[in-house]
Nanobody
Framework: QVQLVESGGGLVQAGGSLRLSCVAS????????MGWFRQAPGKEREFVAA????????SYADSVKGRFTISRDNAKNTVYLQMNSLKPEDTAVYFC?????????????????WGQGTQVTVSS
């Protein structure tokens, strides 16, 4: 069992940056692959980025490639999402999620644990 708490969301102008954090508690953080997803009003939850337990493999949605970077610090039980060049269409609630350690994919059904989410709003 693991508990996940996201932070770092807020209101930012288009072109700006935010860094989201997700702190895990409970079972050893390094036992999990981690992902970020987002959900905009009226839309389905969608994959953003993921990282293996070791941090050595990452994956990204096409819509965020080159702008967002996922990373993790296993000593701090934390996964990060650095978001640069933000666009209004990035506005959503962002969730972190935990999967089995070698998974770093986009299928939300592979993720067993979810945080409550943090709101990101990008104004034009």
């Amino acid at each position: 069992q693991v508990q996940l708490v996201e932070s770092g969301g807020g209101l930012v102008q288009a072109g700006g940056s935010l860094r989201l954090s997700c702190v895990a508690s409970g079972r050893a953080f390094s036992s999990y692959g981690m992902g970020w997803f987002r959900q905009a009003p009226g839309k389905e939850r969608e994959f953003v980025a993921a990282i293996r337990w070791s941090g050595k493999r990452t994956s990204y949605a096409d819509s965020v490639k080159g702008r967002f970077t996922i990373s993790r610090d296993n000593a701090k039980n934390t996964v990060y999402l650095q978001m640069n060049s933000l666009k209004p269409e990035d506005t959503a609630v962002y969730f972190c999620a935990a999967s089995e350690p070698y998974y770093s994919g986009s299928d939300l059904h592979e993720y067993d644990y979810w945080g409550q989410g943090t709101q990101v709003t990008v104004s034009s």
